[in-house]
């Protein structure tokens, strides 16, 4: 499923590499190593921090990550991950791409992403792939939404759920209020990534909205024993990301 156009005039560039193993199961997992390109990227730029993919039960093949922005002064939006499909000869069967899930990454900060491929013959033909992430310098956003993250848990389906509050602590409205979890397993690998909305989406000041984030997919959520909720808005980022932390049997 393709992510809504965005302007392309990229600045960085960097490349990670992913192999799967073949397996029988629904659920493969796969790690990706890193390296940056010379040349533009310099000491900045944005990095595949670690990647894994799955196929769901409906045959559909997910690749879930976490970039981030390696610059040490510039903001970044447009942040856009690119990914080379290949079957296990080798062979080029396609490509899709996403946008980080928070719209403007301040130095050193961290996006989840999640691409989708929904060809359904394509998918059952995947066995490795290649990321490609780049960016854009962008002004920095004010840090004005505040998160207070509450409960996460596990639910007797197996779904992963984590809830909470975010407050518009600006002196305008934000818009599109947009709360993004990176879910990690015991190694430190994402496993996951979601993004929801606040309810209602526009916040305006001193508004207080609630959040529920799930990962639907179970065989997934059973492997999260952490997560990092982070928020940001047209108009603002947030104060502070919130780590989660979660024991994988714990279900209520």
Same mark, same amino acid.
């Given at each position: 499923m393709k992510s809504r156009a965005k302007p392309d005039s990229i600045i960085f560039l960097v490349f990670s590499a992913v192999v799967l193993t073949t397996s029988s199961i629904i659920f493969q997992y796969g790690y990706s190593q890193t390296t940056t390109t010379s040349g533009s990227a310099g000491v900045g730029g944005i990095s595949v921090l670690s990647s894994s993919s799955f196929r769901d039960d409906t045959g559909a093949y997910h690749i879930? =990550?976490?970039?981030? &922005?390696? /610059?040490?002064?510039? /903001?970044?939006?447009?942040?856009?991950i690119l990914s080379t499909l290949y079957d296990k000869n080798g062979?080029?069967?396609?490509?899709?791409?996403?946008?980080?899930?928070?719209?403007? $990454?301040?130095?050193?900060?961290? /996006?989840?992403?999640? %691409? %989708? $491929? %929904?060809? *359904?013959?394509?998918s059952q033909k995947v066995s490795s792939y290649k990321l490609y992430a780049s960016g854009q310098k962008t002004e920095p956003l004010s840090a004005s939404l505040k998160l207070n993250v509450g409960d /996460?848990? *596990?639910?007797? %389906? =197996?779904?992963?759920?984590?809830? =909470?509050?975010?407050? &518009?602590?600006g002196n305008q409205k934000s818009t599109y209020v947009k709360v993004s979890g990176a879910f990690y397993n015991s190694s430190g690998s994402v496993v996951a990534a979601e993004f929801i909305y606040s309810d209602p989406k526009d916040l305006e000041p001193g508004q207080t909205a609630p959040f529920e984030l799930i990962v639907t997919h179970a065989a997934t959520a059973g492997k999260i024993t952490s997560a990092l909720v982070n928020v940001g808005s047209t108009q603002y980022s947030s104060i502070s990301s919130q780590a989660v932390q979660i024991s994988p049997n714990t279900v209520s």
């Open positions: 879930v =990550g976490e970039v981030k &922005n390696n /610059s040490p002064t510039d /903001s970044m939006n447009h942040v856009k062979r080029v069967i396609g490509t899709d791409f996403t946008y980080a899930d928070i719209d403007v $990454l301040r130095p050193a900060e961290k /996006s989840p992403f999640k %691409i %989708i $491929l %929904i060809d *359904l013959r394509q /996460s848990h *596990l639910d007797a %389906i =197996g779904a992963y759920h984590v809830v =909470g509050e975010v407050t &518009n602590q």
